[in-house]
Nanobody
Framework: QVHLVESGGGLVQAGGSLRLSCAAS????????MGWFRQAPGKEREFVAY???????YYVDAVKGRFAVSRDNAKNTVDLQMNSLKPEDTAVYYC?????????????????WGQGTQVTVSS
């Protein structure tokens, strides 16, 4: 059974930083594509970033230059470093895993989801 557990969310002032981490189990992590999504109140879940099995990364335009996704295949973890945070980054952030190696940017591309972690950015 696949489990994804996010951690690292919290409350931060605008301009600050947070680092989210996702611990994965029950899948062949080194060959899995991993993604980060977020969902703000009243909005649909949206893509933030992904990293594929080779370490190739891709970001939504709104976070380019501010967020960085990385993975540690030895620890089965994927992290999202978030810098220069803005109030509009406030959302529940979700880690997602895809059984195949190549990543996607829609929720339909991913097979497994974590429970989410709240990120709140105050102005």
């Amino acid at each position: 059974q696949v489990h994804l557990v996010e951690s690292g969310g919290g409350l931060v002032q605008a301009g600050g930083s947070l680092r989210l981490s996702c611990a994965a189990s029950g899948l062949t992590f080194s060959s899995a594509a991993m993604g980060w999504f977020r969902q703000a109140p009243g909005k649909e879940r949206e893509f933030v970033a992904y990293i594929n099995w080779k370490g190739y990364t891709y970001y939504v335009d709104a976070v380019k230059g501010r967020f960085a996704v990385s993975r540690d295949n030895a620890k089965n973890t994927v992290d999202l470093q978030m810098n220069s945070l803005k109030p509009e980054d406030t959302a529940v952030y979700y880690c997602a895993a895809r059984r195949v190696s190549w990543a996607g940017t829609t929720t339909y591309d991913y097979d497994y989801w974590g429970q989410g972690t709240q990120v709140t950015v105050s102005s």
